[in-house]
Protein backbone atom coordinates (compact mmCIF):
# COMPACT_ATOMS: atom_id res chain seq x y z
CA UNK A 1 0.00 0.00 0.00
CA UNK A 2 1.44 3.47 -0.76
CA UNK A 3 -0.04 6.83 0.64
CA UNK A 4 0.17 9.76 -1.08
CA UNK A 5 -0.48 13.58 -0.01
CA UNK A 6 -0.36 16.38 -1.99
CA UNK A 7 0.17 19.98 -0.58
CA UNK A 8 1.10 23.58 -2.31
CA UNK A 9 -1.79 24.17 -4.43
CA UNK A 10 -3.35 27.90 -4.41
CA UNK A 11 -4.61 30.54 -6.19
CA UNK A 12 -1.89 32.06 -8.60
CA UNK A 13 -2.00 34.98 -10.85
CA UNK A 14 -1.72 33.52 -15.52
CA UNK A 15 2.23 33.95 -15.91
CA UNK A 16 2.45 32.92 -12.24
CA UNK A 17 4.61 29.96 -10.89
CA UNK A 18 3.62 27.29 -8.37
CA UNK A 19 5.42 24.22 -7.02
CA UNK A 20 3.25 21.15 -5.79
CA UNK A 21 4.91 18.95 -3.69
CA UNK A 22 3.61 15.01 -3.20
CA UNK A 23 4.71 12.96 0.47
CA UNK A 24 4.65 9.19 -0.54
CA UNK A 25 4.68 6.93 2.54
CA UNK A 26 4.35 2.82 2.63
CA UNK A 27 6.40 0.00 1.38
CA UNK A 28 7.72 -0.31 -2.09
CA UNK A 29 7.31 3.46 -2.62
CA UNK A 30 10.74 3.76 -4.39
CA UNK A 31 9.66 1.20 -7.26
CA UNK A 32 6.57 2.95 -8.73
CA UNK A 33 6.93 5.83 -10.87
CA UNK A 34 5.15 8.70 -9.87
CA UNK A 35 3.30 11.57 -11.96
CA UNK A 36 0.43 13.95 -11.57
CA UNK A 37 -2.49 14.40 -13.16
CA UNK A 38 -5.58 17.19 -13.45
CA UNK A 39 -9.16 17.45 -13.14
CA UNK A 40 -11.21 20.27 -14.11
CA UNK A 41 -14.74 20.90 -13.36
CA UNK A 42 -16.96 19.05 -15.69
CA UNK A 43 -13.80 17.32 -17.51
CA UNK A 44 -12.17 13.93 -17.21
CA UNK A 45 -9.15 13.60 -15.55
CA UNK A 46 -5.96 14.42 -17.79
CA UNK A 47 -2.87 13.11 -17.54
CA UNK A 48 -0.03 16.00 -16.56
CA UNK A 49 3.36 14.48 -16.32
CA UNK A 50 5.12 10.96 -14.91
CA UNK A 51 8.31 10.28 -13.79
CA UNK A 52 10.00 6.30 -13.84
CA UNK A 53 10.88 4.57 -10.60
CA UNK A 54 14.33 5.67 -11.00
CA UNK A 55 14.09 9.51 -11.94
CA UNK A 56 16.03 8.85 -15.47
CA UNK A 57 12.55 9.35 -18.11
CA UNK A 58 10.01 11.54 -17.71
CA UNK A 59 7.05 12.66 -19.72
CA UNK A 60 4.93 15.12 -19.90
CA UNK A 61 1.32 16.28 -21.42
CA UNK A 62 1.87 18.20 -24.93
CA UNK A 63 -0.18 21.44 -23.03
CA UNK A 64 2.58 22.28 -20.59
CA UNK A 65 5.35 20.87 -22.48
CA UNK A 66 8.31 23.33 -21.83
CA UNK A 67 6.13 24.82 -19.08
CA UNK A 68 5.99 22.43 -16.18
CA UNK A 69 8.96 20.12 -14.79
CA UNK A 70 8.77 16.55 -12.53
CA UNK A 71 11.33 15.45 -10.06
CA UNK A 72 11.56 13.07 -7.46
CA UNK A 73 13.69 12.36 -4.61
CA UNK A 74 13.57 8.85 -3.40
CA UNK A 75 15.45 9.41 -0.45
CA UNK A 76 12.36 11.79 1.37
CA UNK A 77 10.02 10.14 -0.37
CA UNK A 78 8.33 13.23 -2.96
CA UNK A 79 7.67 14.03 -6.18
CA UNK A 80 7.41 17.87 -7.30
CA UNK A 81 5.90 19.28 -9.83
CA UNK A 82 7.23 22.85 -11.05
CA UNK A 83 4.42 24.69 -12.84
CA UNK A 84 5.85 27.99 -14.96
CA UNK A 85 4.10 30.75 -16.83
CA UNK A 86 0.29 29.24 -15.51
CA UNK A 87 -2.39 29.84 -17.41
CA UNK A 88 -6.26 29.87 -16.40
CA UNK A 89 -6.70 26.67 -18.75
CA UNK A 90 -4.49 24.77 -15.77
CA UNK A 91 -7.18 25.50 -13.39
CA UNK A 92 -7.98 22.42 -11.58
CA UNK A 93 -7.31 19.51 -9.16
CA UNK A 94 -4.47 18.33 -8.96
CA UNK A 95 -3.59 14.75 -8.26
CA UNK A 96 -0.79 12.71 -7.28
CA UNK A 97 -0.23 9.43 -8.51
CA UNK A 98 1.77 5.92 -8.61
CA UNK A 99 1.74 3.36 -10.94
CA UNK A 100 3.68 0.74 -13.64
CA UNK A 101 7.28 1.85 -12.62
CA UNK A 102 8.53 2.95 -15.85
CA UNK A 103 6.17 6.06 -16.67
CA UNK A 104 2.19 6.51 -17.10
CA UNK A 105 0.02 8.75 -19.26
CA UNK A 106 -3.38 7.16 -18.54
CA UNK A 107 -5.71 6.65 -15.20
CA UNK A 108 -6.03 3.09 -15.70
CA UNK A 109 -2.20 2.69 -15.67
CA UNK A 110 -1.97 4.25 -11.84
CA UNK A 111 -2.25 1.84 -8.60
CA UNK A 112 -2.66 4.28 -5.87
CA UNK A 113 -4.16 8.18 -6.04
CA UNK A 114 -3.47 11.32 -3.49
CA UNK A 115 -6.46 13.42 -2.22
CA UNK A 116 -6.28 15.90 -4.71
CA UNK A 117 -4.96 19.67 -4.29
CA UNK A 118 -6.72 22.74 -5.94
CA UNK A 119 -4.60 24.85 -8.49
CA UNK A 120 -6.71 28.28 -9.01
CA UNK A 121 -4.87 30.79 -12.56
CA UNK A 122 -6.76 33.97 -12.24
CA UNK A 123 -6.72 35.72 -15.77
Known amino acids: QVQLVESGGGLVQAGGSLRLSCAASGRSFSSYALGWFRQAPGKEREFVAS????????RYADSNQGRFTISRDNAKNTVDLQMNSLKPEDTAVYYCAAGDPWGFSLPREVNYWGQGTQVTVSS
Open 51 to 58: ITWDGRGA
